[in-house]
């Protein structure tokens, strides 16, 4: 069943959680590593944990793994064989279960709340790359070429018990096919798809989104539609253009505001003036039904969302 929908029928919006690296950085650990938070889950499992463990206790209805960056391909170039980077990638969504089933036994940690889903991170072709294509979309390869490069991934996390995939920071239309096609060969497996975007109607590829969400509207193993790592200030907007072609939930979670150099790997300028979490409000009262943070958010952010989605 799906699992979006499981929740949705009962509670009006799920809270997602914030930044994995962001919190990581916090904790002391160096990321400046083409493996980014998948060095950590070499290294520092249990600093991940820990992280699930806040965005837990801050709100979250759903942890997004540390998987974002982590691929057979990535992990073998670091000396890694296919049966450990497999149990690597899979390790990223049982510390995840483990953080929120331990959340979980405590029956105060279950008022006015949904049990947290596990939603495991998928990231684009790009993240691999680390060049910093995941913002631009421009890619030397094919829709089948990138179906080839998903799959085993995509297949370790669902036999790893990921409720869903959440396939994030897509930057082009060919890569949400391919995706959309590969969730076909895994029967009752879900995933959201979530795309960058450049401006408040165009994914990062220049693609009108309002056109992306047509194309997937018809695959049903799609569960929610949307966008992350995305300045605030176009979201309001994307979510109308998404909801003008789907019916599916739309779902948010942009990064703090700030701008990331993909050269020196640095953010800067400043983050949104209004608060996170209402800002978080108008976005569900455009139409947004799963909501959190993406880059440079915190804890803090999930819980200024908690504090009126819950009500």
Same mark, same amino acid.
């Given at each position: ?61 759903? /942890? ?62 790009? /993240? ?27 297949? /370790? ?18 890569? /949400? ?135």
């Amino acid at each position: 069943m799906n699992p979006i929908q499981q929740i949705l029928h009962t509670f009006p919006v799920i809270v997602l959680d914030g930044a994995m690296a962001t919190e990581l950085e916090r904790y002391g650990c160096d990321l400046n590593d083409s493996l980014w938070s998948a060095k950590v889950l070499m290294e520092q499992p249990e600093l991940i944990k820990r992280v699930h463990q806040d965005y837990f206790a801050a709100g979250a209805d759903c /942890a997004i793994t540390a998987s974002y960056q982590s691929t057979f391909e990535g992990f073998a170039k670091r000396g890694l064989s296919e049966a450990e980077a497999r149990e690597l990638i899979q390790a990223s969504v049982k510390i995840a279960a483990e953080a929120r089933d331990e959340f979980w036994q405590q029956e105060e940690n279950r008022r006015n709340r949904p049990k947290p889903i596990v939603a495991a991170s998928v990231g684009p072709y790009g /993240a691999f790359l680390a060049n910093g294509s995941e913002y631009t979309g421009q890619y030397d390869v094919t829709e089948e070429e990138l179906m080839e490069f998903h799959r085993p991934r995509m297949k /370790a996390l669902i036999e790893a018990g990921a409720d869903v995939l959440a396939c994030e920071t897509i930057p082009n239309v060919m890569e /949400a096919r391919a995706i959309a096609r590969l969730l076909e060969e895994f029967e009752g497996a879900y995933a959201w798809i979530t795309f960058s975007a450049k401006d408040d109607l165009h994914i990062s590829s220049g693609t009108l989104i309002s056109e992306c969400a047509r194309y997937l509207d018809s695959y049903e193993q799609v569960a929610a539609l949307g966008v992350n790592c995305t300045p605030p200030q176009y979201i309001s907007s994307l979510i109308k253009e998404i909801k003008s072609q789907t019916d599916k939930p739309v779902i948010v979670y942009p990064n703090s505001g700030e701008h990331y150099d993909a050269e020196s790997k640095t953010w800067n300028g400043t983050s949104a003036g209004e608060t996170y979490g209402c800002s978080a409000h108008s976005w569900y009262e455009a139409g947004a039904q799963l909501i959190g943070g993406c880059c440079r958010t915190t804890p803090d952010d999930i819980k200024g969302i908690t504090k009126w989605a819950r009500k």
